[in-house]
């Protein structure tokens, strides 16, 4: 299959969903080696589940897939440009490529508008809309001196 057939195949989600009325307009589909190993289409609305993303359940799927939390040598296919969440998900994957047909500006003109996250990642935190404060009870931090002294953690 051509990148093109890929990303049809991730637009025909996306309106799949929408025609069966399981969510937003979004599909996403992970591919490696000429084969889609990862298929996501949004569930927010169908599973209450804010973070039930088109590339989120893509990368789910394909990681269990794999049976690996990282997509190597893989690349993502998604009917519209990937929201800020998503970009985190994507880059602790880490593929090798998105490719994307719609644009964020063409998502807000139907109110899928991201543009609020973006900004509010510039703010200092006190200033942000949602209140972010640091607490630190005693030994906060054992679990990270714990991690940074096993002999058995995974990095990633």
């Not at 637009?11 to 929408?18: F, G, M, R, S, T």
Request: glycine share 6%.
């Amino acid at each position: 299959m051509t990148d093109f057939l890929f990303m049809e195949k991730a637009v025909k989600i996306a309106l799949e969903n929408v025609l069966t009325n399981q969510g937003g307009p979004f599909g996403a589909i992970v591919v490696k080696d000429g084969k889609v190993i990862g298929i996501g289409q949004n569930q927010v609305t169908a599973a209450n589940d804010p973070t039930a993303h088109a590339e989120v359940q893509a990368i789910r799927a394909a990681c269990a897939y794999l049976n690996d939390f990282q997509l190597n040598d893989c690349e993502i296919y998604s009917s519209c440009e990937p929201c800020p969440m998503c970009i985190g998900a994507i880059y602790w994957a880490r593929p090798k490529a998105v490719y994307y047909a719609c644009t964020k500006e063409e998502a807000a003109r139907i109110g899928f508008d991201d543009q609020f996250i973006y900004d509010q990642l510039t703010l200092p935190m006190e200033s942000r809309t949602i209140t972010m404060k640091q607490l630190f009870p005693k030994q906060a931090d054992l679990p990270f001196r714990t991690w940074e002294n096993s002999q058995n953690k995974v990095d990633y």
